[in-house]
């Protein structure tokens, strides 16, 4: 997980900083419907950078060669207490913010009392699947359950709105709902606890949940008219007197209420931006180019011609390392004095650049398997122009040159195809 955090950190950077740079004018050009729908390439885009090039895959061979290589404890203690103690403090924050919005979570539902309502009572028709309840613990109409959803009405629902208010608030909910935005929010939270340290992670989160917001407001205004806009900006402004909880997984109609983010809603529905087919064409290329541009820069790394890789090479030659760094010993196996081996299969770039390590076995299981991965995936390799696929190397971690550790040779168990 964390080689995975470390190989997403730049291409998130890289995604995150052209959306909300170019956030604004985005907005003014497609509209909040069309931005919200933009935030898909943030999961794509790591996505695709982590997939092979198809005609990578199809034009490849494997070499001969084999190395295998010792690695002894040479980092000091404190060197390597200062990397796990990093490693821990990131899991345990990850940990607890998981833990605060599980209890956050659940105590809301166990505080709240609900009453069922009649659908029919409602002047609008809600989905079969979503039950409608009324509590005096609900701020205002909000969806809420992850596996069960539900919708909950605040007991002065009919008295703050009125019948058209109402009804509009009714359809934005809704909105969340069939679109499953409970389960999008899911997602999002999950990516900003585990990149709780990114500050672009923090930014893009909270835009992404005005987008939505935004973009419900846009597609229940989509065919209303100027009375309606009217009607429905004087209930946000009803709505933004009382600010609710940061209570995730809570998708309410005044989520996020506070005064800024109404005003921003309310000009939104002022100007009612609809986007033009040069803005809607210009986007779409955009977020093509990113995207293909993410999936090679995440597997070939390097800015030579891909013809150099369409046709392999007429004589294999053993690729040998130029640079090699050495595998951080774990302070628990040095404690414990455990030695052992593992095997990495990975490919080698034009430029010599090592890619796309795998572990294929180890002894004993998953000890030095991230030590070796890490420190594989910054060795250089001479640059012969040509894509190497599948090569194979075996770490022996040994204490020191008196180990009586019986040597293995767990290539031998091996054989990688084309």
């Known amino acids: 997980m964390i080689d995975l955090l470390i190989t997403w950190f730049a291409p998130l950077t890289i995604i995150l900083s052209i959306i909300l740079i170019s956030h604004r004018l ?113 701020y205002s109409p909000m969806i809420v359950g992850v596996i069960n959803q539900k919708l909950l009405l605040p007991e002065e629902f009919t008295a703050l709105y009125n019948d058209e208010q109402q009804k509009l608030i009714l359809e934005h909910e809704i909105c969340h709902f069939d679109r499953n935005d409970i389960y999008w929010n899911l997602i999002a ?3 900003l606890a585990l990149f709780w340290f990114h500050p672009l992670v923090w930014l893009a989160y909270f835009r992404f949940r005005r987008d939505q917001e935004l973009s419900c407001d846009q597609i229940v205004l989509a065919r209303k008219q100027l009375a309606s806009r009217i009607n429905y900006s004087r209930a946000l402004l009803v709505a933004a007197e ?58 070939i790394g390097d800015g030579n011609n891909t013809q150099k890789h369409r046709t392999p090479p007429a004589v294999k030659k053993e690729a040998m390392p130029t640079y090699r760094v050495e595998p951080k010993y774990p302070l628990k196996a040095v404690e414990e004095e455990i030695e052992g081996a593992v095997v990495l299969k990975f490919d080698i770039n034009g430029e010599g650049e090592v890619k796309n390590v795998e572990v294929m076995d180890g002894v004993p299981a998953y000890v030095f398997d991230r030590v070796a991965m890490t420190a594989l995936k910054q060795w250089k390799y001479e640059a012969t122009g040509e894509y190497h696929k599948n090569q194979l190397v075996q770490l022996d971690f040994r204490m020191g040159p008196d180990s009586t550790f019986k040597d293995v040779n767990l290539i031998e168990k091996i054989r990688v195809t084309q």
Request: charged fraction near 15%.
């Open 189 to 191: 939270f999950m990516f």
């Open 242 to 299: 009382t600010s609710p909880p940061l209570a995730f997984a809570q998708l309410s109609f005044k989520k996020y209420g506070d005064k800024e983010i109404m005003f921003e809603r309310i000009k939104h529905i002022k100007t009612h931006t609809k986007a033009s087919k040069l803005s809607l064409a210009l986007a779409s290329v955009l977020s093509i180019t990113l995207l293909s541009g993410l999936s090679y820069a995440g597997n």
């Open 26 to 138: 985005l907005l003014k050009r497609l509209g909040p419907t069309k931005v919200y729908l933009l935030w898909l390439c943030v999961p794509i885009g790591l996505f695709f950078y982590s997939l092979p090039l198809s005609w990578e895959a199809n034009n490849h061979f494997a070499d001969d060669k084999i190395q295998q290589f010792i690695v002894v404890p040479t980092q000091t203690f404190q060197q390597q207490f200062t990397v796990e103690w990093l490693i821990s403090c990131w899991i345990l924050i990850s940990t607890l913010m998981l833990i605060y919005w599980l209890i956050s979570h659940f105590q809301f539902l166990n505080k709240t009392a609900l009453t069922r309502l009649d659908p029919n009572q409602l002047p609008v028709k809600l989905p079969l699947n979503l039950p409608v309840y009324q509590s005096a613990h609900a």
